[in-house]
């Protein structure tokens, strides 16, 4: 039952993430492979206020708006790039951010990482907080999930997919697309610190090993799989791949082979993207009928 | 209205436009014709700030626009299509539209939250106008298919639709009747004239030189980059270069 409860926090917390990344990703056609870079600013922020003896709402919003503040940094200068420029300039930028994690040992406690992060006092910490901290995942999914929604329905979202659909149709209909597309990175970079800083609050446990490419990877193909440029398409990408992931830990696999089953779960999930590009790019609730 | 004032550029030892001085009056619809390459794209890229001038300046309503973003020179009013057809193909016609309006509350963020009856109100009066814009371009059945699935004629009527929706002063037109059919042509004339007796500045790329004697007060020719001619379509007809340009010189005929 606690393991049941478990899975479904992390599939929440993925759930915001995967939310976040379809901002940029669905709604305006921006390859941001740095996204982790984010979700790991929220963390370590987050992490890091509520160790110094700030109450943990403070520390969210600390590190939700620290995300939003760097990831809108990133994006004026990054954005000036054109399509793949940008997945690259984003990639070096997770690099960057990890590697920071890494090295400034004064801060950050390098390799190490940061243990005992606390969970705010009325939620409780170990097993006992579990139920608890799932209705908080629970009512923060539904208001990430209200807002963006609000968002991508609004005039705002429309003019954010015809910049995604035509860049220079919406340059001649006056647009400012450079403005539409930092804006759509801020708000994607808020919602993904608000979901690292969850997990941090969650695991209690954080280190530089939990915010690499592959996790970028790992969301992707939440938001692919779920149904690029829709509302619910992520959510459900979430769901699946996060209890995918869990259901292999009870797969009956011979203790010979236990050593394989990380780097073949790398391998499916590059597979699993690749066959989706090919045979279905519009996920599993694709955003326009066909 | 708009005046052009020795605009240069080249592309590595191409010179595409090259030294165009034309002025257009505030009325009235005026072509742009020429051969293949003779670089009327190009300059029209180069009014709408797509393309950066090597030289020159170009100016609409007594200001300088030259230097200026394309979103901006849009804003002021010269609004433009393309040569290629583009159409937002995932989104409905209606949306293509409505996407179209240039100042809307709901885009500011903030105002999405903070003024939602704003933002609806604002969005029912737009939704309004390209009902309306749909039903003079015969398109009202189509408002809810998406515009990637509408035929290449009615897509070429969406986009001149969408240049409505943006308030324009002046049109910049870059081959509007190409690949359609003579029904549709004649729809589409209709609409342009009806926006020129309305007091919006026409200019339009075109190769149906018919047309362009039945429609344009005002013709302009251009060859090899360079402007070659300016007046009435009559007198094009009768001027030697206009002729040269589209037939070639009679000694380099074998």
């Known amino acids: 039952m606690d393991y049941l409860l478990h899975i479904f926090i992390v599939f929440l917390i993925y759930a915001i993430f995967a939310i976040s990344l379809n901002l940029e990703l669905g709604y305006t056609g921006l390859y941001n492979f740095g996204h982790v870079a984010f979700f790991g600013i929220g963390a370590y922020t987050s992490a890091l206020l509520s160790l110094a003896g700030y109450p943990v709402t403070l520390g969210m919003v600390g590190g939700m708006l620290l995300a939003g503040v760097l990831g809108t940094l990133l994006a004026i200068p990054a954005l000036r790039l054109s399509g793949d420029y940008f997945g690259i300039a984003t990639l070096s930028f997770g690099e960057i951010v990890r590697l920071f994690f890494l090295n400034e040992r004064w801060l950050t406690k390098g390799p190490m990482g940061l243990p005992g992060i606390p969970r705010p006092a009325w939620i409780g910490e170990g097993v006992a907080g579990l139920p608890r901290f799932l209705i908080f995942c629970l009512l923060l999914t539904v208001m990430v999930f209200l807002v963006t929604r609000r968002i991508t329905r609004s005039p705002f979202g429309r003019a954010l997919k015809v910049v995604r659909e035509d860049e220079y149709v919406a340059q001649a209909l006056g647009k400012n697309t450079l403005s539409f597309k930092v804006r759509a990175v801020a708000v994607g970079s808020i919602l993904a610190g608000l979901a690292g800083s969850l997990w941090a609050h969650y695991i209690s446990y954080i280190s530089p090993a939990d915010f690499t490419l592959t996790e970028t990877i790992l969301v992707l193909l939440c938001v692919v799989l779920g149904g690029r440029g829709t509302n619910r398409g992520p959510i459900l990408g979430a769901f699946v791949i996060i209890f995918f992931q869990e259901v292999i830990r009870f797969l009956p696999i011979p203790p010979d082979f236990g050593r394989f089953v990380a780097p073949l779960q790398g391998m499916v999930y590059g597979a699993a993207l690749i066959i989706l590009m090919l045979k279905r790019p519009e996920g599993l609730l694709p955003e326009y009928k066909q | ?254």
């Open chain 2, 1 to 254: 209205m708009l005046n052009i004032e020795n605009v240069t550029k080249s592309f590595g030892g191409l010179m595409a436009v090259n030294d165009v001085t034309l002025q257009l009056d505030p009325i009235g619809i005026a072509g742009l014709v020429g051969p293949n390459g003779s670089g009327k794209s190009t300059l029209f890229h180069l009014i709408t700030g797509f393309y950066k001038l090597e030289a020159g300046a170009v100016y609409f309503k007594e200001r300088r626009i030259s230097g200026l973003s394309p979103h901006i020179i849009s804003r002021m009013g010269l609004v433009r299509t393309f040569q290629q057809t583009r159409v937002l193909p995932f989104l409905t016609a209606q949306e293509n539209l409505m996407a179209a309006s240039p100042v809307q509350a709901g885009e500011h963020l903030a105002s999405v939250f903070l003024q939602p009856r704003k933002v609806k109100l604002d969005e029912n009066k737009n939704r309004e106008k390209a009902g309306k814009i749909l039903e003079i371009l015969n398109l009202k059945s189509l408002s809810h298919h998406l515009a990637g699935r509408l035929s290449f004629g009615q897509q070429k009527l969406l986009e001149l639709g969408r240049v409505l929706m943006a308030k324009p002063k002046m049109i910049l037109l870059d081959e509007p009747t190409a690949g359609i059919n003579p029904t549709l042509i004649r729809q589409l004339v209709a609409v342009i004239k009806g926006l020129s007796c309305r007091g919006i500045r026409i200019f339009l790329i075109e190769h149906n030189m018919p047309l362009v004697a039945e429609i344009c007060t005002k013709v302009f020719v251009m060859d090899s980059g360079s402007l070659i001619f300016s007046g009435t379509p009559a007198e094009a007809r009768r001027n030697s270069r206009v002729i040269e340009a589209y037939l070639g010189r009679e000694d380099h005929a074998a």
